[in-house]
């Protein structure tokens, strides 16, 4: 998606914006969870799994489900970077998004201009995805392995 | 650490919960396990810190936080921990993480996610940071992202 580009959808009304501030986390886990959550906003049900239907494909969610962290599970999570050349930019975002290792990716106004994490299973899958994008690119890929975490909450609430 | 039955529940969920009134019911029909057996093992694993939280990820273009920049610091090795923490600790700061600099290109050791409605919200958010880090800063950049390429978080291999 496009910064500039207005979003197609998007939320429309104030149980909308309620859901995206409410279900970000603590989902329950019972029996019927969207009964539960759907209580929680004074919906129906039905009318929660439609929301979220709905949202995800008008891509305002990109998903709904548990969000990993790779590392408690003995794996390892990478941020790294390449400069692609304007002339070859699509052609290396379809080489790099190519790799199931590829959790994001994003273009960014720099001589670096795609940002990416590879999260993967074991600590040495890094440098096999890392020596993967480089040999099929022809590009140097720079690894910024965290070396300490500060803090970490993506939860943002919406502004529309 | 996970076992081979915790695996395959990452691979059965790392896509999204089935939008179906018993979702974890669904899981285990597909797993060949109980509904008790699943939802007992994913609270395992949100307590263990493998599921972070399970519930909406939202495009955050999509809902109106149209400029994200990734704030870039180059600060002194000896005061870098302290600082990092009080960054991390502002509360518009989504992530905060000190990483390796790649000399020469790359000088920056402290990176801090700031996300707003427009770009000046983000270079406001940025001065911010910049006061706090006073002296100990003697370079720093925002990368705003221009295009969300991939978003789909982690995918094992079936």
Known sequence: MRESAAPKGGLNDAIDRQILACLQGDFPICERPYAEAAAQLGISEDELLQRLERLLADKVLTRFGPMFQVEAMGGAFVLAALAAPESRYEEVTALVNALPQVAHNYRREHTLNMWFVLATETPDGIAEAIARIERDTGLTVHAFPKEREFFVEMKLEARL | ?158
Not at chain 2, 54 to 61: K, L, M, T, W
Not at chain 2, 90 to 112: E, G, K, Q, S
Request: hydrophobic share 45%.
């Open chain 2, 1 to 158: 650490m996970i076992d081979d039955l915790d695996r395959a529940l990452i691979v059965a969920t790392q896509g999204g919960l089935p939008l179906v009134p018993r979702p974890y019911h669904a899981i285990a029909e597909q797993l060949g396990l109980s509904a008790d057996e699943v939802m007992q093992r994913l609270r395992g694993l949100l307590a263990a810190g493998v599921i972070r939280r399970i519930g909406a990820v939202p495009n955050h273009y999509a809902i109106g936080w149209t400029a994200n920049g990734m704030t870039v610091w180059d600060v002194a090795d000896d005061q870098v921990d302290e600082l990092g923490a009080r960054i991390g600790a502002l509360d518009f700061v989504t992530h905060c993480y000190r990483r390796p600099r790649a000399l020469p290109a790359w000088p920056y050791n402290l990176f801090a996610m700031v996300h707003g409605a427009s770009r000046d919200e983000c270079s406001a958010k940025a001065e911010e940071i910049r006061t706090l880090l006073g002296a100990a800063c003697r370079a720093s950049d925002i990368l705003y992202s221009t295009r969300i390429l991939k978003k789909t978080g982690l995918r094992l291999g079936a």
